[in-house]
């Protein structure tokens, strides 16, 4: 087994106009540097060992506030560098019609908490709900899925799903995720916690998700997408009224006339990684 990631989080509220903040950091701070773009929110930033502690907060929002530059901000990527993090999804998104489904371009197979085999091919014709989490974090993922809980037992229509990826999956096995769904209840037909090979996630959460995403490193949002697997907007699942903003697109998605559903090409057998 790994080691375990620990969770580091801050409490960031939204910006006005739907643009989040940063802890301690006004994302307009000339001190900022100018080809960085931060659209962050609260998102944890997790699997940093050794600032941890009530002693240490001040260290932490230091530490906290320079993490976020790295996690949570687009910038170039040179040679040996991590692949910078998409945009984060903030409020509804425009369909582009002449666009390919989100879905179409990272078709996956994982593992859902029942030992099951789940493909991006089992969401067509379904309005969904992603997030990213790991079982082992202890306060802001456990807060996530408390929401995703409300919104999944709120919206009883069949045709809508919520699947939530983690991003510790050498640790959150399908027995673990299982324990772990259970205490949230969770309908395992109506809410997918998924688990694989960890290129494959991050794959599914850069790309499909737009959210950034690394082992104990993730963010707080939910992603909505329709039938044909088009992202369609993101709110912040730790802000009671940014859950209630969830709920609403959702249910207007739901309501749209159903189309022929796009789910992309066929996905590489479990544990390949996404190219």
Same mark, same amino acid.
């Given at each position: 087994? =790994?080691?375990?990631?620990?969770?580091?989080?801050?409490?960031?509220?939204?910006?006005?106009?739907?643009? /989040? &903040?940063?802890?301690?950091?006004?994302?307009?701070?000339?001190?900022?540097?100018?080809?960085?773009?931060?659209?962050?929110?609260?998102?944890?930033?997790? @699997?940093?060992?050794?600032?941890? #502690?009530?002693?240490?907060?001040? *260290?932490? =929002?230091?530490?906290?506030?320079?993490? +976020?530059?790295?996690?949570?901000?687009?910038?170039?990527? &040179?040679?040996? =560098?991590?692949?910078?993090?998409?945009?984060?999804?903030?409020?509804?998104?425009?369909?582009?019609?002449?666009?390919?489904?989100?879905?179409? @371009?990272? /078709?996956?197979?994982?593992?859902?908490?029942?030992?099951?085999?789940?493909?991006?091919?089992?969401?067509?014709?379904?309005?969904?709900? #992603?997030?990213?989490?790991?079982?082992?974090?202890? @306060? /802001?993922?456990?807060?996530?899925?408390?929401?995703? !809980?409300?919104?999944?037992?709120?919206?009883?229509?069949?045709?809508?799903? !919520?699947?939530?990826?983690?991003?510790?999956? !050498?640790?959150?096995?399908?027995? $673990?995720?299982?324990?772990?769904?259970?205490?949230?209840?969770?309908?395992?037909?109506?809410?997918?916690?998924?688990?694989?090979?960890?290129?494959?996630?991050?794959?599914?959460?850069?790309?499909?998700?737009?959210?950034? $995403?690394?082992?104990? $490193?993730?963010?707080?949002?939910? *992603? $909505?997408?329709?039938?044909?697997?088009?992202?369609? #907007?993101?709110?912040?699942?730790?802000?009671?009224?940014?859950?209630?903003?969830?709920?609403?697109?959702?249910?207007?998605?739901?309501?749209?006339?159903?189309?022929?559903?796009?789910?992309?090409? =066929?996905?590489? +057998?479990?544990?390949?990684?996404?190219?």
């Amino acid at each position: 087994m =790994s080691q375990q990631p620990v969770c580091v989080t801050g409490v960031v509220q939204e910006a006005p106009g739907g643009s /989040p &903040g940063t802890p301690g950091m006004n994302t307009t701070s000339p001190s900022m540097p100018h080809d960085l773009t931060c659209d962050i929110g609260s998102d944890s930033l997790c @699997g940093l060992p050794g600032i941890g #502690g009530r002693s240490n907060v001040v *260290v932490n =929002s230091v530490w906290l506030c320079l993490l +976020a530059l790295l996690v949570g901000c687009g910038r170039p990527e &040179g040679k040996g =560098s991590r692949p910078a993090p998409p945009p984060v999804v903030a409020g509804r998104v425009e369909i582009d019609e002449d666009a390919p489904a989100n879905i179409a @371009g990272t /078709p996956f197979r994982l593992t859902d908490q029942a030992g099951k085999e789940f493909s991006s091919a089992d969401l067509a014709g379904k309005v969904w709900l #992603g997030s990213i989490f790991f079982a082992n974090c202890p @306060g /802001p993922c456990f807060r996530e899925n408390q929401a995703v !809980a409300e919104i999944v037992k709120e919206i009883t229509d069949p045709d809508f799903v !919520a699947v939530s990826l983690t991003c510790d999956p !050498a640790n959150d096995t399908p027995d $673990v995720l299982w324990r772990y769904a259970e205490r949230f209840e969770a309908d395992a037909a109506r809410w997918k916690f998924l688990t694989g090979d960890m290129q494959t996630i991050s794959a599914v959460g850069m790309k499909t998700f737009r959210l950034p $995403v690394e082992v104990g $490193v993730h963010s707080e949002r939910g *992603v $909505v997408f329709d039938r044909q697997g088009r992202l369609r #907007g993101g709110y912040h699942l730790l802000q009671a009224d940014k859950v209630q903003q969830l709920k609403k697109l959702i249910r207007e998605v739901l309501a749209e006339p159903a189309a022929p559903a796009a789910a992309g090409p =066929s996905p590489p +057998a479990a544990g390949s990684p996404t190219p």
